[in-house]
């Protein structure tokens, strides 16, 4: 099965901060990758599918990039509400499998 | 708009079985647009796949779940149901229902990301 790294596994950055989260697959899944946001309590919410389709009402200051194996979600300038936990995953086959997380707080 | 909930028992004892629902409202799961799957979460973990299911009945299961678990649908209800078998603590999680897109290329159907989440429930697994 295919695995899905993120790093860091966390990371404090201060508002207006660009922030760069980092996905890889052990194999190449083209770009059938998506990136989801959890606030705290809260549901996971879809960002970004297709590697860099930004999700209908998601803020423009998220995106995506990457394909093959190494992918990247950028929130250009953070603030106080993308605290949260960031989570990868991969779709192009089952078993559809998250990364493990990354979870990003203000400084 | 489309709404997903799920129900069912919030404790479950050790070596029985774990049965959850999830209703859709909203909109119909015999759309031929989507499949519909179940993902869970452990307390203070991250998400995994359990699997997922076409109103028609076909499935795709997590391999590392497959033994234990069936999903089936209800169109009558616009239900579709979770069954994880020989449940330990293990499978104390936060169980979620969701949506997700369907694409058939040539004849390979695949998924989509979940776009549509229900709110999720707690299920303890303890005697």
């Known amino acids: 099965d295919i695995q899905m790294t993120q790093s860091p596994s966390s990371l404090s950055a201060s508002v207006g901060d660009r922030v760069t989260i980092t996905c890889r697959a052990s194999?190449?899944?083209?770009?059938?990758l998506a990136w989801y946001q959890q606030k705290p309590g809260k549901v996971p919410k879809l960002l970004i599918y297709a590697a860099s389709t930004l999700q209908s009402g998601v803020p423009s200051r998220f995106s995506g990039s990457g394909s093959g194996t190494d992918f990247t979600l950028t929130i250009s300038s953070l603030q106080p509400e993308d605290v949260a936990t960031y989570y990868c995953q991969k779709y192009n086959s089952a078993p559809l499998t998250f990364g493990g997380g990354t979870k990003v707080e203000i400084k | 708009q489309l709404q997903l909930q799920e129900s069912g028992p919030g404790l479950v004892k050790p070596s029985e079985t774990l049965s959850l629902t999830c209703t859709v409202s909203?909109?119909?799961?015999?759309?031929?647009?989507?499949?519909w799957g179940w993902i869970r979460q452990p307390p203070g973990k991250g998400l995994e796949w359990i699997g997922s299911?076409?109103?028609?009945?076909?499935?795709y299961y997590n391999p590392s779940l497959k033994s234990r678990v069936t999903i089936s649908a209800d169109t009558s209800k616009n239900q579709f149901s979770l069954k994880l078998s020989s449940v330990t603590a293990a499978d104390t999680a936060v169980y979620y229902c969701?949506?997700?897109?369907?694409?058939?290329?040539?004849?390979?159907?695949?998924?989509?990301?979940?776009?549509?989440w229900g709110q999720g429930t707690m299920v303890t697994v303890s005697s």
């Open positions: 909203g909109g119909s799961i015999s759309s031929s647009s989507y499949y």
């Open positions: 969701a949506r997700q897109s369907r694409r058939v290329v040539v004849v390979i159907t695949h998924l989509d990301a979940f776009d549509i």
């Open positions: 194999q190449g899944i083209t770009n059938f």
């Open positions: 299911i076409y109103y028609s009945g076909s499935t």
